[in-house]
């Protein structure tokens, strides 16, 4: 059974950094293409934040996170991790750690697997 497990969160200062890791069990990390990170408000739909491919290709969502953000993954360790650099308190949210077998996607409905999410707080 495919698993995903978030660490890393919590709360935080404006301006502050938090470095999320996900780890997969179960299956070989290296079979993912694709590991990405989403997150979540109440009341709104699960926004794709970034992903990162097998080789190394990283690509990001909102603009608000370019620049602040970075995904990065180390296949040996089967881990994907999230810098968040200069924390917003509209960075406030549950993230998911997410995967994909084959091919590229950026959607919710891309993704095969998921973790059970973590929850990051911004203060201001």
């Known amino acids: 059974q495919v698993q995903l497990s978030e660490s890393g969160g919590g709360s935080v200062q404006t301006g502050g950094s938090l470095r999320l890791s996900c780890a997969g069990s179960g299956r070989s990390f290296n079979n993912y293409n694709q590991m990405g990170w989403f997150r979540q408000t109440p009341g709104f739909e699960r926004e794709f934040v970034a992903s990162?491919?097998?080789?190394?290709?990283?690509?990001y969502g909102p603009d608000s996170v370019k620049g602040r953000f970075t995904i990065s993954r180390d296949n040996a360790k089967g881990t994907v991790y999230l810098q968040m650099n200069d924390l917003l308190p509209e960075d406030t949210a549950i993230y998911y750690c997410?995967?994909?077998?084959?091919?590229?996607?950026?959607?919710?409905?891309?993704?095969?697997?998921w973790g059970q999410g973590i929850q990051v707080t911004v203060s201001s």
């Open positions: 990162i491919t097998w080789s190394g290709s990283a690509s």
């Open positions: 997410a995967a994909k077998n084959v091919g590229v996607g950026y959607g919710r409905r891309d993704f095969d697997y």
